[in-house]
């Protein structure tokens, strides 16, 4: 079966960084899209990076544009997202989401399937 574990969520100060794991398996991993998202208190989830699977092209929206980074690990079924500067609205519960079918673009039309979440923490 599909499975994506994220980890690496804490607590960090302003400014600090973290590095989040999306641990996957049950699938081809390198025929699929995934992206992360992240659901603050109060908000609707949204996706702050997705990473292509043919090619590696990322995708970033403004919030997240020069602060986070996606990249894959094809050799370990694992894609990181590497947070910096990270500001107390960046708090939120982080998950990982695989695209639905393959072939599709970054960020995909639809995401099938959804990893636990990791909470992040960032302290003023």
């Known amino acids: 079966d599909v499975q994506l574990q994220a980890s690496g969520g804490g607590l960090v100060q302003t400014g600090g960084s973290l590095r989040l794991s999306c641990a996957t398996s049950?699938?081809?991993?390198?025929?699929?899209?995934i992206g992360w998202f992240r659901q603050a208190p109060g908000k609707e989830r949204e996706e702050v990076a997705c990473?292509?699977?043919?090619?590696?092209?990322?995708y970033y929206p403004a919030s997240a544009k020069g602060r986070f980074t996606i990249s894959r690990d094809n050799a370990r079924n694992t894609v990181y997202l590497q947070m910096n500067s990270l500001k107390p609205e960046d708090t939120a519960i982080y998950y990982c989401?695989?695209?639905?079918?393959?072939?599709?673009?970054?960020?995909?039309?639809?995401?099938?399937?959804w990893g636990q979440g990791t909470l992040v923490t960032v302290s003023s």
């Open positions: 990473i292509a699977s043919s090619d590696a092209k990322t």
């Open positions: 989401a695989r695209e639905r079918v393959p072939g599709g673009t970054c960020p995909p039309l639809e995401y099938g399937y």
């Open positions: 049950g699938f081809a991993f390198d025929d699929y899209a």
